[in-house]
């Protein structure tokens, strides 16, 4: 009954291949997220969809790709991967402004490794 | 830009002791929030704070919030082994549009 879920929990891959981590939230909350922590536990926004739209698109190289199918879903696609984007990848999901709740919520992370 | 700073990022305690952790942000925000993580686990919610002057308890955790000094602060009281973890201090400049994170504090309670 997770919340938050995300898949894979674990993804070790080589230098330049494709792969994709997927994110489900049962919360009815519109707005999700895409959140990278790196090595030293720095938390940055990358994406964020409000109901199937793309609002926050921060500075992350155009190898990753989002995209939600409904709002209960978004999904990471990350293209010719590197080194440099060994990491952590949370998802979130929230209410936007005016909904009935507050606060954020968190998937179990992906721990993803470059080799 | 918002901006969010934590102090200290490091923290080592004594079982029985107290302390605080500072967190700064930069610009005029809706709320403050506190996370807990552990080591390769989550971000578990502990606080929302919504107004100024707000404080909440849970435990031996005591959150504030100083909209005016754009600070908040999280006390520790008689820390426990348990309390070890990263605690994270997180502000949204619009109530649900995003969270900026501070750098995190590394808490370790020595028994």
């Known amino acids: 009954d997770t919340a938050v879920s995300q898949t894979p929990k674990y993804l070790v891959t080589q230098m330049g291949n494709d792969k994709s981590i997927k994110c489900e939230q049962n919360?009815?909350?519109?707005?999700m997220y895409w959140y990278k922590q790196d090595s030293k536990k720095f938390l940055k926004i990358m994406f964020s969809?409000?109901?199937?739209?793309?609002?926050i698109n921060e500075t992350v190289p155009n190898r990753f790709s989002p995209k939600s199918p409904d709002k209960a879903h978004l999904n990471l696609h990350i293209n010719s991967l590197e080194l440099g984007d060994s990491a952590v990848y949370f998802c979130a999901s929230s209410y936007r402004t005016g909904g009935p709740g507050y606060g954020y919520t968190f998937g179990s992370g992906t721990r993803l490794t470059v080799v | 830009e918002l901006k969010v700073e934590q102090n200290p990022l490091f923290l080592s305690m004594q079982e029985g002791k107290n302390y605080t952790i500072y967190c700064n942000y930069s610009t005029t925000s809706d709320r403050l929030y506190w996370y807990r993580q552990d080591p390769g686990k989550s971000l578990e919610s502990l606080f929302v704070l919504l107004s100024n002057g707000a404080v909440k308890q849970e435990g031996r955790l005591m959150a504030s919030l100083d909209t005016k000094a754009r600070l908040s602060t999280l006390h520790i009281t008689a820390a426990v082994h348990d309390l070890s973890a990263t605690y994270f201090c997180a502000v949204d400049k619009v109530a649900g549009n995003m969270l900026t994170f501070g750098g995190g504090t590394r808490l370790m309670v020595k028994p």
């Open positions: 969809y409000n109901n199937k739209e793309l609002i």
């Open positions: 919360l009815g909350h519109d707005t």
